[in-house]
Structures are given as C-alpha cells and as structure tokens.
C-alpha cells in the first residue's frame, strides 16, 4: 500500500489544505494519505475521523 506524507498549515493554499483532508478521510485506495504534518492550524475547526493514532 502507498502512503503519502502531506502537510497542513496556514501558509498552503486552502484548496490545498481541503485536499489533504479528504486524503486523510479516505479509509482505502492507493492515493489516500495516512499522515499529515501539520501546525496547530489542524485543531482549529476541523472534524476528522476517528483514527487509531496521533502525535
């Protein structure tokens, strides 16, 4: 399975951002992404799908 690393922070694009958020939320398929780099910018208003670890 590929994984792919992306970021989130305020200085992407938004379009970008949004992007990554429905990577992440995929739960299957070779292009969903598994872990994001982020600034503190991912807490703030974002609902995300329980998932099984975070840092």
């Known amino acids: 399975m590929r994984a792919f690393v992306r970021r989130y922070n305020s200085l992407n694009w938004p379009e970008y951002n949004a992007e990554t958020l429905r990577l992440f939320s995929e739960s299957t398929g070779p292009n969903r992404c598994s872990i994001i780099i982020s600034t503190d910018t991912l ?8 998932k099984s670890s975070g840092v």
């Open 43 to 50: 807490m703030v208003g974002v609902n995300l799908p329980v």
